[in-house]
C-alpha cells in the first residue's frame, strides 16, 4: 500500500538554528514528490517537486532532496516567518494520479 | 493572476442537512481536486475531476459526491451531515493531472456540522 510518514510531527527552533524534516515513502513507481507549506487558516502552498533520487530543488532558505525511500527539506538559518506546516505528498506511476499525502511537520521558529 | 477560489469560507450546517461546496480553478486548469483536513487524519483525497469525468475517487462513503462543469469549475456534495464531517475542504486544481506538477490550493471552507 502506498504511504508517506512526515517527521518530526513537530518541531521548535532558535532563528538561525538549521535542522532538517524528513519524509519517508513507499510508493509503487514514483512520479513525483512534493513539498507544500501551510500557513493556519489557508490552503497549502506548493514548494517544490522532485522527480528521481539525487535531485535537488532550492528555495531561499529551503533545499529539498531525494532518495528512493525519502525525502528531505532543509531549513538553513530559519527566521520566525518559515513557521508553518510543511507537508509532504507522493504521486504513484499507478495510473490513477492519486496524491498521497503526510501528515506534516508543524514548524515553529522563535525569534 | 487568480487564484482557485472556494466558496463559501465558512460553514455552520446542522447533522442529517446536505452541503454543497463550490471551486472555481485556476483559469486553464481542468484538472480539480478535493481533499478533507482534519487534524487528525490530515489531507484525504476525495476525488479528483478532469473535463467533467471523475477520473479519481478516496475511499469515501457515497455520501460524499461530486462534479465538474464545462467551465471546470466544481462542486462537491456532502448529504445527511455527520459531527464527523467537520473539516476543512480544500479544493485543489492544475492543468492536466498528470503531468507531475504540484497543485494550487485553495483557502478551503471550514465546514462546522453541530
Known amino acids: 500500500e502506498d504511504q508517506v510518514t512526515q517527521s518530526p510531527e513537530a518541531l521548535r527552533l532558535q532563528e538561525g538554528e538549521s535542522s532538517s524534516l524528513n519524509c519517508s515513502y513507499t510508493?509503487?513507481?514514483?512520479?513525483?514528490l512534493f513539498w507544500y507549506r501551510q500557513d493556519p487558516g489557508k490552503g497549502p502552498e506548493f514548494l517544490f517537486t522532485?522527480?528521481?533520487a539525487g535531485e535537488e530543488k532550492e528555495k531561499e532558505r529551503l533545499k529539498a532532496t531525494l532518495t528512493k525511500k525519502e525525502s528531505f527539506l532543509h531549513i538553513t538559518a530559519p527566521k520566525p516567518e518559515d513557521s508553518a506546516t510543511y507537508l509532504c505528498?507522493?504521486?504513484?506511476?499507478?495510473?490513477?494520479?492519486?496524491?498521497?499525502f503526510g501528515t506534516g511537520t508543524r514548524l515553529k521558529v522563535l525569534a | 493572476k487568480a487564484g482557485v477560489t472556494q466558496t463559501p469560507r465558512y460553514l455552520i450546517k446542522t447533522r442529517g442537512q446536505q452541503v454543497t461546496l463550490s471551486c472555481s480553478p485556476i483559469?486553464?486548469?481542468?484538472?480539480v481536486s478535493w481533499y478533507q483536513q482534519t487534524p487528525g487524519q490530515g489531507l484525504q483525497f476525495l476525488f479528483e475531476?478532469?473535463?467533467?469525468?471523475?477520473?479519481n475517487k478516496g475511499n469515501f462513503p457515497g455520501r460524499f459526491s461530486g462534479r465538474q462543469f464545462s467551465n471546470s469549475r466544481s462542486e462537491m456534495n456532502v448529504s445527511t451531515l455527520e459531527l464527523g464531517d467537520s473539516a476543512l475542504y480544500l479544493c485543489?486544481?492544475?492543468?492536466?493531472?498528470?503531468?507531475?506538477?504540484?497543485?494550487?490550493f485553495g483557502s478551503g471552507t471550514r465546514l462546522t456540522v453541530v
Open positions: 485543489a486544481s492544475k492543468r492536466t493531472g498528470d503531468d507531475g506538477y504540484g497543485y494550487t
Open positions: 510508493v509503487s513507481g514514483l512520479r513525483g
Open positions: 522532485l522527480y528521481s
Open positions: 505528498a507522493v504521486q504513484a506511476n499507478s495510473g490513477t494520479y492519486k496524491y498521497i
Open positions: 483559469s486553464g486548469h481542468r484538472s
Open positions: 475531476y478532469f473535463s467533467e469525468t471523475q477520473r
